[in-house]
C-alpha cells in the first residue's frame, strides 16, 4: 500500500472513532416589538446597574410596534397573524393594555401558572387595578397575561396656592375658578380649565361613565346631552375679562397639543392630563430656569355628586403562548422571554423607573416617586393601593379596546363641541376632522320656524349628533369584545 493510500486510511478510521460534537450555533436574539419611544428608557434601565441583567440592549432584536392611525381594531388580528401554531416571529411585546381587550387568551402565555414561578406574585406585588388590565376571561377562569409596567391615569390638576381644595363635580369646578378670580389670579393665567383636543375621547369618558354612559351605554341621552351642550356653550366663555372657562373652539387644536406646557407656566388653573406629565414638566420647567407652579392631582369631577372615575393608561408585557410542538431552539426563545420580562418588571427595574422618569411603579412594593407622592389626592393614593376610597365613589378603569367605538365617539364630541361656533370657525377647526353635521342640525332648527331658542335648538342638534353617533357603534357591535374582569 502506497505511502498515501495509508494516510487517507489513518485519517479516515480517525474520523470514525473520534466523532466531534455538532457545531452549537447561538441563540437568535430575543425579537421585541415596541413603540421607539420607549426604547431609549429600556437601554437605560439595562444599562443601569441597579440588578444584573441577563441581557443586553444590543443583545436584543427591537423592532417598532406598527401603528395604525385611527384603526386600532386591526391592531390585534395584525398580532393574530404572529401568533399562529407555527412558530411565532416575535417573543415579547410592550403594549397599551387596553388592547388586551381584543385579545384571545390562547395566543399569549398565562403568566401566573408559567412553571418558572416568575410572576406567582403578581396578585400580591402589583397594584389591583393595572394588574387587572392584564387579565383575560371570566371569573375564576381569569388569567393574568400581561405584566404591568407602570400607573398612570388621567387627573385633574390644579393650582393647589389658587384653589385650597380640588372640585368633585363640574359645577363646584366653575365656583372655584369664579372664586379664584375673585382673590385675585397672576396675570399670566387666561383658563380655568384645559383640555387635550387630541384626546377628548379618552379624556371625557370618565366624566360619561359616572352618568352611566360612555362606551358601555348610549351617548344620546339627556344627561350626556346636557353635559355637552355646557361644554360646548362653556367653550370661550368669559367668567372675568380675560379669563377664559374653557378656549374658544377655534383656538382648540393650537391650545391642545402641549396642555401641560401651558399649564407650567401658568395659563391655566387646571387641565386634565395624564399623571406621568408632572416629571414632565418639573424637568422642563427646570431646564428653562423656572419652577413648576404649587400643583395638585386629584379625581376628575363628575357631572352630578356620586361617583368618579380616572382612565387607566397602564402599559406591560406580553408573551405568546409557545407552539405545542415547538423545537428546542423555540422553546429556549420563550424561556429567555419570560426571563426578560421578569427581569424588566422586578422591583429594582420599577424603582429606577419611578426615580428616573417620575413614573408610578404598577408594583405595590415600590413607592410612588418622592416629588409626586405630597401632590395626589388622599383618594388616589387609597386607589392606588387598593383600599376604599372613602365612600367607594372613586375607581379606576380602563375604556373598551374597541376603537371603532373611540373614533366614532372623538368625532361626535369634536363635532358637538364646536356646534354653536359658525361655519367660518367650523371650518378652521375642520383640520382635527370636525364633520359640521351638528352645525347642520342646529342651522335646520334655528330655520324651521319652530321658534325654538338658539339654546334649545343646540341641545336638539347635539341629541341628534350623538344618536347618528349611536347608530354608527351599534353597527359595529356584531361581535363582542372579549371580556375582562373589572378592577
Known amino acids: ?101 381584543s385579545f384571545r387568551a390562547e395566543w399569549l402565555t398565562e403568566l401566573v401558572t408559567h412553571p418558572s414561578g416568575a410572576f406567582s406574585d403578581l396578585e400580591e406585588r402589583f397594584r389591583p387595578a393595572f394588574h387587572a388590565a392584564g387579565r383575560l376571561g371570566e371569573g375564576a377562569s381569569a388569567g393574568v397575561y ?28 366653575v365656583t372655584a375658578c369664579e372664586r379664584a378670580a375673585d382673590h385675585g389670579i397672576p396675570r399670566s393665567v387666561r383658563y380655568c380649565l384645559l383640555l387635550d383636543w387630541e384626546s377628548v375621547h379618552n379624556d371625557l369618558y370618565p366624566l360619561l361613565w359616572s352618568v352611566g354612559s360612555g362606551d358601555s351605554g348610549k351617548l344620546a341621552t339627556e344627561v350626556v346631552t346636557s353635559l355637552l351642550a355646557d361644554l360646548a356653550l362653556g367653550m370661550g366663555k368669559e367668567l372675568r375679562p380675560g379669563f377664559l372657562l374653557l378656549p374658544p373652539a377655534r383656538a382648540m387644536p393650537e391650545v391642545g397639543q402641549a396642555v401641560h406646557r401651558r399649564f407650567a407656566h401658568g395659563e391655566a388653573v387646571m387641565m386634565v392630563s395624564w399623571s406621568n406629565r408632572y416629571r ?63 427581569e424588566l418588571s422586578s422591583r429594582e427595574a420599577a424603582a429606577f423607573f419611578a426615580d428616573r422618569f417620575g413614573l408610578i411603579p404598577a408594583r405595590r412594593d415600590v413607592p410612588v416617586p418622592a416629588e409626586l407622592a ?24 380602563d375604556r373598551t379596546s374597541d376603537e371603532f367605538v373611540h373614533v366614532f365617539l372623538r368625532d361626535a364630541l369634536k363635532d358637538v363641541l364646536t356646534c354653536p361656533a359658525p361655519p367660518r370657525v367650523a371650518r378652521v377647526a375642520s383640520r382635527v376632522e370636525v364633520s359640521g353635521e351638528c352645525r347642520r342640525y342646529l342651522n335646520e332648527c334655528l330655520e324651521s320656524g319652530s321658534g325654538a331658542t338658539e339654546d334649545s335648538c343646540l341641545r336638539i342638534a347635539i ?25
Request: hydrophobic share 40%; aromatic share 10%; charged share 20%.
Open 280 to 342: 414632565f414638566m418639573r424637568d422642563e420647567q427646570s431646564r428653562d430656569g423656572g419652577t413648576m407652579p404649587p400643583t395638585g392631582l386629584a379625581p376628575l369631577p363628575s357631572v352630578t355628586p356620586g361617583a368618579r372615575w380616572s382612565n387607566l393608561g397602564a402599559w406591560g408585557w406580553i408573551v405568546p403562548r409557545a407552539p405545542e410542538k415547538a423545537s428546542a431552539a423555540a422553546k429556549e426563545r420563550h424561556d429567555l422571554a419570560i426571563r426578560f420580562v421578569a
Open 146 to 173: 400581561a405584566v404591568p409596567w407602570s400607573a398612570q391615569f388621567n387627573a385633574l390638576y390644579y393650582r393647589s396656592d389658587l384653589v385650597p381644595e380640588p372640585p368633585k363635580t363640574l359645577s363646584e369646578l
Open 1 to 101: 500500500m502506497s505511502c498515501r493510500c495509508q494516510t487517507l486510511l489513518l485519517t479516515l478510521v480517525l474520523a470514525a472513532g473520534c466523532r466531534t460534537a455538532p457545531v452549537q450555533l447561538p441563540p437568535a436574539p430575543l425579537r421585541v416589538i415596541i413603540p421607539d419611544h420607549y426604547k431609549a428608557q429600556v437601554k437605560e434601565l439595562l444599562e443601569s446597574g441597579v440588578r444584573t441583567f441577563s441581557f443586553r440592549f444590543e443583545d436584543i432584536q427591537w423592532v417598532d410596534q406598527p401603528t395604525y392611525p385611527g384603526r386600532d381594531a386591526v391592531f390585534a388580528p395584525s398580532l393574530a397573524a404572529r401568533f399562529a401554531d407555527s412558530e411565532p416571529d416575535a417573543d415579547v411585546f410592550f403594549l397599551d393594555l387596553y388592547r388586551m381587550g
Open 463 to 487: 341629541g341628534r349628533r350623538l344618536q347618528a353617533a349611536d347608530r354608527e357603534i351599534d353597527a359595529v357591535h356584531g361581535h363582542a369584545p372579549v371580556s375582562r374582569p373589572a378592577p
Open 374 to 397: 405630597p401632590a395626589l389626592a388622599p383618594e388616589l393614593h387609597a386607589a392606588l393601593d387598593g383600599r376604599p376610597t372613602g365612600n367607594g365613589s372613586f375607581q379606576f378603569r
